[in-house]
């Protein structure tokens, strides 16, 4: 038994996911990211400390937690219900909420608990080639507590995927974590070292070192990924810079995530600021010429290889 | 000339079996009649569309080859007794009581003259929505009640309004 | 000597074979033509009852019924072609005609698409409708002016003292007279006819079984004839004698029937000019003078053995859920044989299999309107199997497995109900592949069955591995043994959210209003102190509606053996023909009688809210919970968002463990109370969860439940929990696997709603393929599996469209709970129940394509 302050938080167990790597997989989203991407999807898991979360939606305006919250920081009148600078994040008020109005998020989960929930799907992992995914949030910020919980994983062979934003320190995680993954998504999201530092608030010389590595290392099958949002990774320059790092890196392909404007609400939701980000899903024929623009880089990155070579 | 006479006669029965007559008497009395209508009025009523009945059989020989051979006792009432009426069928003729018989075939009980007057006005008196609604509770054979509901619609069959 | 089944075909699918233009044709017209009542068989049945004097007389014997079924048997119309039929008109149904060459003569009414009439049970609730129903909005069904009278006048008044309900009812009174002194005292039929606390079948069929046609296939009547008299002679038992004899009657009836229809196929010919026509006749006349008579010599012979013996059980007794069993089995011969001499092709088998689909379907049930808004939309729910082991454990799937199911992948029909054995092991996954991609095509079917774990359960019961193996489905979902098994599986219908109704009420019912007493007092609940002593007064309830559904069942039995007797069905049966006893008398080898649950997942959760909120937590006195239900949960509306809210209250179907616990103690106690009755013919009773359109007939008559389910509203079908306490599918599959087959001997529905996508087919399937497994594996024997499951694969924009225009969507198939239906059939309420089910995606549920972009080196 890990004490709890030892523990991440984790924010959901997402199963029966068919989207987050091959076959029928569970994912377990932890909660705490060195990145601060402003176009986040997953706010939730951005910071490693438990939040509570408002949602209109589902509130049916009866007051109860306003009763309970002990710093009198609720007020059914206004419109985040939370008043954030007098609420300590104690969660009374997430009990007393007859709904998902207002929820908490993030739960402690000991290694042994976590591992066996993951494992009650595991005749549908194997007959899907499925498995488990670590998700977040960044999940190699726990190093020892993700270690643990995959050799404990790895015992049933279940098979593992990490998604990841490349921001881990390379040799604890070559150590802890590598040994038991079967395949990383890896996202690279922005080429130009001072955008990166401007939209994620970290610069990205150590994510790219890293990816470099683990390709080179051949250790495992890594899969990068761009996830697109209009006007800041969907540019022309930026998609361009990276497939040319990816082509160098070695890389076989990539994959394009398409724009997820989810961490709006989410941030409405937190009672943070609102991010100045596009609003809606791409449409079919916005996402359909970022394609086929990005068809055309490849084609040119291929002639350029072709004329380099010859 | 007879068969005009005939249907001229009956056409208002009828009415007071199928769709159309709640529309119809709506329209003349306006809905409170339907609350005036309880205790001794509605008594009087059901025992009026049963009289009524009667007097089709009486009057059409094709009608009356429903009871030729048909021997049934019916008793229908409210809750409270405050309502009853009693219809007897036995050799080719069909004869109303106003009071209760004991040896029904057949007991219809309804749960307050209101639920009586909901299954009268209804759009096809069909005693199964009724005990669905738990408006009535029946005692003893079904079948009788069935053969009932095939006479009532017969006659607004044979009067075309069916 | 028996060929051993195999797979020699190549494309499973079997794709490049499509319906043939007689098929099309006949599809067409099926769909096209109304139903229409047919009074031959009531007006021969009555007539036949007069003149014997069987009205008149105390009890009626199995050769009184063989007699009267001969008689229907040798007097009714042949007809080997149907020549017009009803279909929608503007104000009234309009005639139309049409020329149709089926391969098999014969059909179970006079009409092209029938509904036979069986007066002797429950055809006289139709009776105040008959000049309406042509002109009904749900289900209408089209009769002639002179019918109408025939019914009216000769037939019907006839049996207004003598059909089941009525004898049962007169038994009632006799008995509690000589108990109680009490006259006209019938607490029995009166709990039936409440209406909301439980359904029998018995006074409206004996059915729900399977019959074994392989000795006719084989043997032939003529054959089994000349057994039976033999046996005849061997006994010196009277009651044998009679038995032996009524046999050879109603097989000496169906052998005319054919010959009947043979003599017309051939009349037929002689005024046909087609020679391609004519040569068709000509052969159904050559077919039906030899068989059922003589063995079958070809796959299609077999067909009609069977088809032939299939009519005349519909001349004996209603069809509901009475199922063919294991036809790629039993025909499997004759199919190799004709296929190995050439003298069929995989074409023209499954043009016969298409034809005989249709013929199975050429009957509708009778049921009276108010049943139509409540339980509407049924067919005769006959099932098919097809797939798993047979005796010996080998698995028998073969080419005629995946004939049947392009036949029934072409057809999209709601009968036959086509049921698939699975025995889950690594090399018949490509069977499972294909039986998840007919799903998909045709939206709705074939249910899947776990062989391993309804072999387990039936052998809890008590059959030998050897009839388990050979289990057929009956009905919906049933598990039984091909003809050994008479389960009567529907015997009972409960409506399990009565019991928590009289529970909560002490006795009472909110339908009834408060002041009757209907049950027995178990306590105020509101003086209850712990979650225990609830139990115990709901166990109490159970036990309660247990003893009177049995007893009533029970009743009606003994008048089935007193007036009903089944030479037919007993001809096709294994013990009846050994112990010269008839199937109503006990003479089945395994005799059960089963009950179905509905409201099983409603009563679960709503005893795990009373156990969180009542009693662990205290959030809410019992008092204020009930006043919440009086009101609807207008007014509490925090307490009904609590309680529905499956983070904070437990819920079946999402995990949790004390959820979980409270289903199985359910079906444990289910299991026990029911168990320990002995049934009429000397066996137990059986239990199972599936529940046909009842939960949506139940629900619309309930009020608000603790589980915060509002009053009126639906509840949820089979063994599914209810829809949306939770996203992910797993979760829900594992609580159901982990359920102890054992106490579910009578058949499961889980009911599964899958949104169909335009993506990728085989990455869809690898998903549905593999749900399947996880969901049926025992997990290394930690639980028993998932017994069966069942599938609805249509957008929910198709389902919302096809609510508001019918006619477009008019084969539009779904799986209600347990058997298929025509969606349009439904009534509203149900229809809501599909569209509100949880759906889940059987692959991203994004149509983009993901595929990553190679990179250039």
Redesign the interface.
């Known amino acids: 038994m890990l004490q709890r302050s030892k523990l991440p938080l984790i924010v959901d167990i997402?199963?029966?996911s068919?989207?987050d790597g091959p076959?029928?997989r569970s994912v377990v989203f932890f909660k705490g990211c060195p990145l601060r991407c402003m176009f986040c999807h997953s706010l939730e898991t951005q910071e490693p400390w438990v939040e509570i979360a408002f949602s209109s939606k589902e509130c049916?305006k009866?007051g109860?937690c306003a009763d309970t919250c002990p710093n009198g920081a609720i007020d059914v009148d206004f419109l985040g219900r939370i008043h954030r600078d007098k609420c300590v994040r104690c969660g009374e008020c997430t009990i007393t909420c007859?709904?998902?109005g207002l929820r908490l998020i993030g739960t402690y989960y000991q290694v042994e608990a976590l591992t066996e929930i993951l494992l009650?799907?595991?005749?549908?992992y194997?007959?899907?080639?499925?498995g488990v995914t670590l998700s977040g949030g960044e999940c190699t910020i726990y190093p020892d507590y993700v270690g643990s919980l995959l050799i404990s994983l790895k015992a049933k062979a279940v098979h593992i995927v990490l998604e990841t934003s490349g921001y881990f320190e390379y040799n604890t995680f070559k150590q802890k974590i590598l040994p038991y993954i079967d395949l990383v998504y890896y996202d690279i999201k922005i080429a130009d070292p001072r955008a990166h530092n401007k939209y994620i608030g970290k610069p990205n010389q150590r994510i790219l070192k890293n990816f470099c590595r683990l390709i080179k290392e051949k250790r495992v099958e890594v899969?990068p990924r761009i996830p697109l949002v209009p006007g800041i990774t969907a540019t022309r320059e930026n998609l361009s810079a990276i497939?040319g790092f990816?082509?160098e890196a070695g890389?076989?392909?990539?994959?394009?995530l398409?724009y997820n404007p989810m961490g709006i609400e989410m941030a409405v939701n937190l009672g943070r600021q609102k991010p100045h980000i596009p609003e809606g899903f791409m449409k079919p024929d916005e996402?359909r010429e970022v394609y086929s623009m990005?068809?055309t880089i490849?084609g040119e990155?291929?002639k350029m290889?072709a004329v380099l070579v010859s | 000339m007879r068969s005009i006479l005939k249907r001229f006669l009956l056409r208002p029965i009828p009415y007071f079996f199928t769709d159309i007559v709640g529309v119809y008497i709506a329209r003349l009395f306006s809905r409170s009649l339907k609350k005036e209508l309880s205790g001794k009025a509605t008594d009087e009523f059901l025992e009026l569309l049963l009289r009524g009945m009667d007097l089709a059989f009486y009057l059409s020989k094709g009608y009356r080859k429903n009871i030729r051979d048909f021997e049934g006792r019916y008793l229908f009432k409210t809750a409270d007794n405050l309502v009853a009426a009693s219809a007897i069928f036995k050799d080719g003729d069909m004869e109303v009581l106003e009071d209760v018989i004991d040896d029904w075939d057949i007991m219809i009980t309804f749960k307050d003259s209101e639920a009586l007057l909901a299954y009268i006005f209804s759009k096809d008196q069909d005693i199964l929505d009724s005990i669905l609604a738990n408006d009535v509770e029946v005692e003893g054979n079904l079948n009788y009640i069935y053969k009932f509901g095939f006479m009532v619609r017969d006659l607004a069959h044979k009067l075309g309004v069916g | 000597m028996d060929k051993e089944q195999q797979v020699a075909i190549r494309d499973l699918s079997l794709e490049k074979y499509d319906l043939t233009k007689r098929v099309s044709y006949l599809k067409d017209i099926y769909f096209r033509a109304m139903p229409e009542i047919c009074i031959e068989r009531p007006r021969i049945i009555t007539k036949f009852h007069e003149n014997s004097g069987l009205f008149k007389k105390k009890s009626i014997t199995i050769l009184d019924k063989a007699r009267a079924y001969r008689d229907v048997l040798e007097r009714r119309t042949p007809i080997v072609r149907h020549s017009c039929s009803y279909e929608k008109g503007v104000k009234k149904m309009k005639r139309f005609k049409f020329k149709e060459a089926p391969l098999f003569a014969g059909s179970t009414t006079s009409k092209f698409k029938g509904v036979p009439l069986y007066p002797e049970f429950l055809a006289l609730a139709l009776w105040p409708e008959l000049w309406t129903i042509s002109k009904r909005a749900s289900n209408p069904f089209h009769i002639t002016d002179n019918e109408v009278k025939k019914l009216n006048y000769e037939i019907f008044p006839h049996w207004i003292e003598n059909n089941i309900t009525e004898l049962a009812r007169k038994r009632c009174y006799e008995e509690n007279l000589k108990k109680y002194g009490l006259n006209k005292h019938d607490p029995e039929m009166k709990l039936l006819e409440r209406l909301v606390i439980f359904l029998a079948s018995k006074p409206n069929c004996i059915s729900h079984t399977i019959p074994d046609f392989s000795k006719a296939i084989k043997q032939g009547l003529r054959q089994i004839i000349k057994d039976v008299k033999k046996k005849k002679e061997e006994t010196s038992e009277d009651s044998k004698k009679e038995f032996y004899t009524a046999i050879s009657e109603v097989l000496e009836g169906i052998i005319t029937y054919s010959k009947n229809l043979a003599a017309e196929a051939e009349k037929l010919a002689s005024k046909e000019r087609d020679p391609v026509l004519k040569k068709e006749l000509l052969d159904i006349a050559e077919i039906n003078s030899h068989v059922p008579e003589y063995p079958a010599r070809t796959f299609r012979e077999g067909l009609t053995t069977i088809w032939i013996c299939w009519i005349a059980i519909h001349l004996e007794n209603p069809n509901v859920g009475l199922s063919l069993g294991r036809l790629d089995q039993v025909l499997y011969n004759l199919y190799r044989n004709d296929i190995d001499t050439n003298k069929l092709t995989i074409e023209q088998a499954i043009e016969l299999i298409c034809c005989l689909w249709l013929k199975i379907g050429d009957h509708v049930p009778a049921i009276p309107d108010a049943g139509e808004q409540l339980f509407g939309g049924s067919g005769s729910n006959q099932a098919i199997t097809i797939g798993g082991v047979d005796k010996n454990g080998k698995d028998v799937v073969s080419d005629l497995t995946y004939v049947m199911l392009r036949a029934t992948e072409l057809m999209k029909l709601r009968d036959p109900n086509l049921n698939a054995r699975y025995y889950q092991s690594e090399k018949s996954r490509d069977y499972l592949r294909r039986l998840c991609e007919v799903n998909i095509n045709t939206g709705a079917t074939p249910a899947l069955h776990n062989d391993k774990a309804v072999i387990k359960a039936l052998v809890h019961k008590g059959e030998t591995v050897e009839q388990a193996r050979d289990y057929g489905v009956i009905g919906c979902v049933e598990p039984g043994s091909n003809g050994r098994f008479y389960g009567h599986t529907a015997a009972i219908l409960l409506n399990l959210t009565s019991a928590l109704e009289l529970t909560l009420f002490n006795g009472r019912h909110r339908h009834t209003g408060m002041d009757l007493l209907i049950s027995t007092e178990s306590g105020d609940v509101t003086t209850f102190t712990t979650f225990e002593e609830f139990k115990a007064a709901f166990e109490k309830q159970t036990r309660w509606l247990v003893e009177q559904t049995t007893n009533l069942n029970n009743i009606l039995g003994r008048i089935h053996q007193d007036f009903y007797p089944t030479p037919i069905l007993s001809a096709f049966f294994e013990g009846p023909m050994k112990k010269g006893k008839d199937l109503i008398q006990g003479g089945a080898m395994i005799n059960s009688s089963g009950a179905t649950i509905i409201g099983l997942a409603d009563v679960a959760d709503s005893l795990s809210a009373i156990q969180r909120v009542v009693f662990e937590e205290r959030a809410t006195s019992f008092a204020d919970l009930l006043q919440a239900l009086e009101s609807n949960f207008e007014g509490y509306e925090f307490l009904q968002k609590r309680l529905m809210n499956p983070d904070k209250t437990p819920k079946y179907g999402n995990e949790n463990s004390a959820a979980d616990a409270n289903v199985s103690w359910i079906v444990e106690l289910l299991d026990k109370a029911f168990g320990e009755k002995m049934n009429y013919r000397g066996g137990h009773y059986r239990v199972g969860y599936w529940t046909m359109t009842n939960h949506a007939g139940f629900g619309r008559l309930m009020k608000a439940l603790p589980n915060g389910r509002k009053a009126h509203e639906n509840f949820t079908s089979g063994i599914t929990p209810v829809s949306g306490v939770t996203p992910y599918l797993t979760k829900a599959l594992n609580s159901v696997a982990k359920q102890p087959v054992g106490c579910l001997s009578n058949g499961i529905a889980l009911n599964l709603k899958y949104t169909p996508e335009h993506g990728n087919k085989e990455k869809m399937l690898d998903n549905f393929v593999a749900s399947v497994e996880g969901y049926f594996d025992d997990a290394n024997g930690e639980r028993d599996g998932g017994m069966e499951i069942q599938f609805n694969i249509t957008t929910h924009d198709d389902f919302v469209n096809a609510v508001a225009n019918p006619e477009i969507y008019k084969e539009l198939l779904v799986r209600v709970s347990g058997y298929t239906a025509y969606f349009k059939d439904l009534n509203p309420q149900m229809q809501k129940e599909i569209i509100d089910r949880t759906e889940y995606l059987l692959s991203t549920g994004k149509a983009r394509d993901f595929a990553p972009f190679p990179l250039p080196k």
């Open positions: 997402k199963r029966n068919l989207e076959g029928i049916i009866c109860k007859p709904g998902n009650r799907d595991l005749s549908y194997r007959y899907s080639g499925g899969r497939v990816l082509c890389a076989d392909d990539v994959t394009l398409p996402e990005f068809r490849l990155k291929k290889g």
